[in-house]
Nanobody, 114 residues
Framework: QVHLVQSGGGLAQPGESLRLSCAAS????????MSWHRQSPGKEREFVAS????????RYTDSVKGRFTISRDNALNTVYLQMNNLNPEDTAVYYC???????WGQGTQVTVSS
């Protein structure tokens, strides 16, 4: 059974950093592209970043380019999202997604507020 367990997130002030983690099990993690998405109240879930199976190819939505970094550790079956220089518009519930299995993490709240 596929499991994606997220950790990290929480409350940050504008300009601060947070890191999200997503630990995977139940499938062959090191062959699956992974991605992060987010959903703000009243809005549809949106793509944030993706990474291919070995980390060589990464994509970001324009609003996070230069501030967020997606990475993965295939030895730990974990994908990360490092979020720097956060701003209030980044406030959302963040989800990791396993593209190969069409599976979602449980979601993690990120709130950016002074």
């Amino acid at each position: 059974q596929v499991h994606l367990v997220q950790s990290g997130g929480g409350l940050a002030q504008p300009g601060e950093s947070l890191r999200l983690s997503c630990a995977a099990s139940g499938f062959t993690f090191d062959t699956s592209p992974m991605s992060w998405h987010r959903q703000s109240p009243g809005k549809e879930r949106e793509f944030v970043a993706s990474i291919n199976w070995n980390g060589d190819t990464k994509r970001y939505t324009d609003s996070v380019k230069g501030r967020f970094t997606i990475s993965r550790d295939n030895a730990l079956n974990t994908v990360y999202l490092q979020m720097n220089n956060l701003n209030p518009e980044d406030t959302a519930v963040y989800y990791c997604y396993a593209i190969k299995t069409n599976s979602w993490g449980q979601g993690t709240q990120v709130t950016v507020s002074s």
